[in-house]
């Protein structure tokens, strides 16, 4: 059912092409939004498909629907687009959001037992270190821990890491291509620092984010501990049932977003 393009539900690429014009501002808090016939015409896809996509964007918040009158952009949708954010810099960069970066330390220093297994490199070998403080808006959002290969790392300089997010500064400063990256993501409690960077309690509950960044060549060129105020953000990812001849089999993503 909704129809499928290219493996992506047509339904959820006409929710994401109505939620990108409420979050930018296109459609603005309490504008009503076309007809279901207008959306079937515009997208070149079927009432269900519609209805699907509105459906979603109602249960997230972002539209209200008045029967006999219409659908209507959430008056609080500004709030709701704002208080939560994707983690990574050059996502809240492109969102036009104000983000301010302080970097807490930098340098050469031996590398931590799991961040040499991670970043397969040797027992003692040196890495270069780098902690941030980053703030969305004024507030503060997350602190960031960062590992690089001495290799790759020893090209990069910390006023670069106050004004670039260091994804970027590896390929435009150290010339490595970052191609791929995985994610996992656990509850912890603030120790008593990160409490203090973040305005938090001591022992309040924080998401971290572990992120390893590879190269072309599948190289690791980037380990990477992002503590967020669990308050500030989210993970969302949207998925689409996989069946097998007869039985469903399981879950496929479509899409993730923080």
Request: glycine share 12%.
């Amino acid at each position: 059912m909704g129809g499928r393009g290219g493996g992506v539900p047509l339904y959820y690429r006409v929710m994401r092409a109505l939620r990108e014009s409420i979050v930018s501002g296109e459609a603005a808090p309490g504008e009503r939004l076309p007809t279901e016939a207008a959306l079937m015409e515009r997208f070149g896809v079927s009432r269900v498909v519609v209805r699907q996509a509105l459906g979603i964007l109602e249960d997230d918040g972002l539209i209200f629907r008045v029967r006999g009158k219409g659908t209507y952009v959430s008056l609080d949708v500004e709030a709701e687009s704002s208080s939560s954010h994707s983690g990574y810099l050059e996502d809240l960069i492109r969102q036009g959001l104000r983000v301010e970066v302080r970097v807490l330390e930098f340098g050469l220093s031996p590398a931590p037992a799991e961040v040499t297994a991670s970043l397969g490199i040797s027992t003692g070998e040196r890495v270069v270190f780098a902690k941030r403080l980053r703030s969305v808006e004024g507030e503060p959002f997350a602190v960031v821990e960062s590992y690089v290969p001495a290799d790759v790392g020893g090209k990069l300089r910390l006023g670069d890491l106050e004004r670039e997010p260091l994804m970027r500064l590896l390929e435009t400063k150290a010339g490595v291509e970052v191609t791929s990256a995985t994610e996992v993501f656990q509850a912890v409690a603030a120790d008593d620092e990160t409490a203090r960077l973040l305005g938090i309690d001591p022992l309040a509950p924080l998401l971290k984010m572990t992120l390893t960044a590879f190269s072309k060549g599948g190289r690791p060129v980037n380990l990477e501990y992002v503590f967020f105020r669990s308050d500030r953000y989210h993970y969302r990812a949207h998925f689409r049932r996989r069946r097998g001849p007869g039985a469903a089999v399981g879950w496929v993503p479509v899409e993730k977003s923080g």
